[in-house]
C-alpha cells in the first residue's frame, strides 16, 4: 500500500470518522473549546478553590460492542475511563455506571466486568443506574478523578516530539481493533503503569498529551493537533508494530494503554526512562510543528492524511490557529 493509498484508508474509515460527530454534539449543546470543563480533553476540568483540579470523564458504548463481548463492554468502561483521568495527568477515585439490560441474567457478564474491572486497578464503584426494562444491553460509565498538575490537549507546541507509549505484551480482542494487555495482568502492574501519567505531569515533564482511543494514533494525533492549534507530521517508519499487524490497521487501533505526549527535545530521554523501566514500549514517532495539517511520512515521502482547518475534526468551530 503506498502512502497516499494508506492516508486515504485512514481518512475515509468508520473508526476515523465516527468521531466528527462530536462536533454536532458539542455544538447541539452549546459547546465549545472555551466552556467550563474545556471540551476536547479527555477528562472535564474543573479548577479547584485552593489548587488543584477535579476532573470527570464518561463513556458510553456502542450496542453491537456490548452485545458481542459483554463481560469485556463491562471491563472497558472502567478501563477506558481510567485512562482517561490517567491522559490528564489525574488520579481516578470513583465510578458510577449506567446499565440497561432485559433482566438481571442478561446484565450477570456486563455487571461481572465492570466488578473484575474495578477490582483489578482498585477504583470502586461507588453507584449508578440500572433499567432491567430494556429491549437490550446498553452501558455507560462515568469517572471522578482529580490532578495536581494537568496534561491536557491544547498545549502541543511547535518543536515538540510527539512519543507514543503503548503496552504491547497484548493481543487482538475479536471481531474489533481493540489491542488487549490488561487481561491477566497482575494488578499491581495495571495501577502502577496508570500511575505514571500524574507522575510525569507532577514532575513537570508532560504538559500536553492525549490516550489513543477511539481513531488510533493517527485519529489522536489529529485531536491532538486540532486542540493545540498545531500541524503534527507522524513518522510512520518509526510507529512500533506489533508482528503480524498491518501498519493501516495499527494506526486505528485502540490500544488498552495507549498514550500520544507532546514532549520538549530535550526533555524527551527523561520521559522515555521511566515509562521504559515498566517494560512499556515508547517511541519518537513524529514532530509537531506549525500549521493544521497531519501528516504522513516514511522516508522522503509524504502524504496528507488531514487538515484540521479545511475539515474541523471534533470542535464544532475551530479558531486560528495558536501556532500558525
Not at 482511543?213 to 510507529?239: F, H, K, P, R, W
Request: hydrophobic share 45%; with cysteine; net charge negative.
Amino acid at each position: 500500500m503506498t502512502l497516499e493509498a494508506l492516508a486515504g484508508a485512514l481518512r475515509h474509515h468508520p473508526s476515523i470518522r465516527g468521531k466528527l460527530a462530536i462536533a454536532g454534539a458539542t455544538g447541539a449543546l452549546g459547546l465549545h473549546h472555551e466552556s467550563i470543563g474545556r471540551p476536547g480533553d479527555d477528562a472535564a476540568i474543573l479548577p479547584r478553590e485552593g489548587g488543584g483540579y477535579d476532573l470527570l470523564a464518561g463513556e458510553g458504548f456502542i450496542p453491537q460492542f456490548v452485545a458481542a463481548d459483554p463481560w469485556f463492554a463491562g471491563w472497558c468502561g472502567v478501563m477506558v475511563n481510567l485512562s482517561d483521568i490517567a491522559a490528564m495527568g489525574g488520579r481516578a477515585h470513583a465510578l458510577i455506571d449506567q446499565v440497561w439490560a432485559p433482566s438481571p441474567e442478561a446484565a450477570r457478564p456486563l455487571m461481572q466486568g465492570l466488578r473484575d474491572a474495578a477490582d483489578a486497578y482498585g477504583v470502586p464503584i461507588v453507584g449508578g443506574h440500572t433499567n432491567y426494562g430494556s429491549p437490550a444491553l446498553g452501558l455507560a460509565v462515568t469517572v471522578f478523578g482529580s490532578a495536581d498538575a494537568l496534561i491536557t490537549s491544547f498545549d502541543a507546541e511547535p518543536g515538540d516530539v510527539l512519543l507514543a507509549a503503548i503496552d504491547m505484551r497484548g493481543s487482538y480482542r475479536p471481531p474489533f481493533d481493540n489491542y488487549c494487555a490488561s487481561l491477566d495482568v497482575p494488578p499491581a502492574r495495571l495501577r502502577g503503569d496508570l500511575a505514571l501519567l500524574p507522575e510525569l505531569a507532577e514532575s513537570g515533564l508532560v504538559r500536553a498529551g492525549k490516550d489513543i482511543s477511539q481513531g488510533g494514533i493517527v485519529g489522536t494525533a489529529l485531536m491532538l493537533a486540532e486542540c493545540s492549534g498545531v500541524a503534527v507530521t507522524l513518522d510512520v517508519d518509526n510507529i512500533p508494530l506489533p508482528a503480524d499487524v498491518a501498519l493501516e490497521r495499527w494506526l486505528r487501533t485502540f490500544p488498552s494503554f495507549g498514550y500520544l505526549l507532546s514532549v520538549k527535545p530535550d526533555e524527551v530521554g527523561a520521559v522515555r526512562a521511566p515509562i521504559a523501566a515498566r517494560d512499556i514500549t515508547v517511541a519518537e514517532i513524529g514532530r509537531v510543528e506549525r500549521g493544521s495539517t497531519v501528516t504522513l511520512r516514511s522516508g522522503s515521502q509524504s502524504a496528507l492524511f488531514w487538515d484540521w482547518k479545511r475539515e474541523p475534526y471534533i470542535r464544532p468551530t475551530v479558531a486560528e490557529p495558536a501556532h500558525a
